[in-house]
Nanobody, 114 residues
Framework: QVQLVESGGGLVQAGGSLRLSCVAS????????MGWYRQVSPDETREFVA????????HYADFVKGRFAISRDNAKNTLYLDMDNLKPEDAGVYHC???????WGQGTQVTVSS
């Protein structure tokens, strides 16, 4: 069973940066596509942020292009999301997912003050 645990969220001022991590257990992530999604409020559905294929091809939502970067370290079984120039509207709970198994992490909270 694949388990994912996110970390790295926190409070940051607008224009600041954060690095989110997602550590996987139960399977090797090498070769598997993974993604980051965020939920800006409990009443809204999770929205796509970024994904990376097993071949390290990346895709981004338009609202994060040029500011966020997704990457992976297969040796550490870890997925990353580097977030720069954060805006108040980037606040929310960020979740990672591994597409093949459908596993999701519990999320990490990002708060951006204006």
């Amino acid at each position: 069973q694949v388990q994912l645990v996110e970390s790295g969220g926190g409070l940051v001022q607008a224009g600041g940066s954060l690095r989110l991590s997602c550590v996987a257990s139960g399977t090797a992530l090498s070769g598997r596509a993974m993604g980051w999604y965020r939920q800006v409020s409990p009443d809204e559905t999770r929205e796509f942020v970024a994904r990376i294929t097993g071949d390290r091809i990346t895709h981004y939502a338009d609202f994060v292009k040029g500011r966020f970067a997704i990457s992976r370290d297969n040796a550490k079984n870890t997925l990353y999301l580097d977030m720069d120039n954060l805006k108040p509207e980037d606040a929310g709970v960020y979740h990672c997912t591994e597409y093949l198994s459908g596993a999701w992490g519990q999320g990490t909270q990002v708060t951006v003050s204006s």
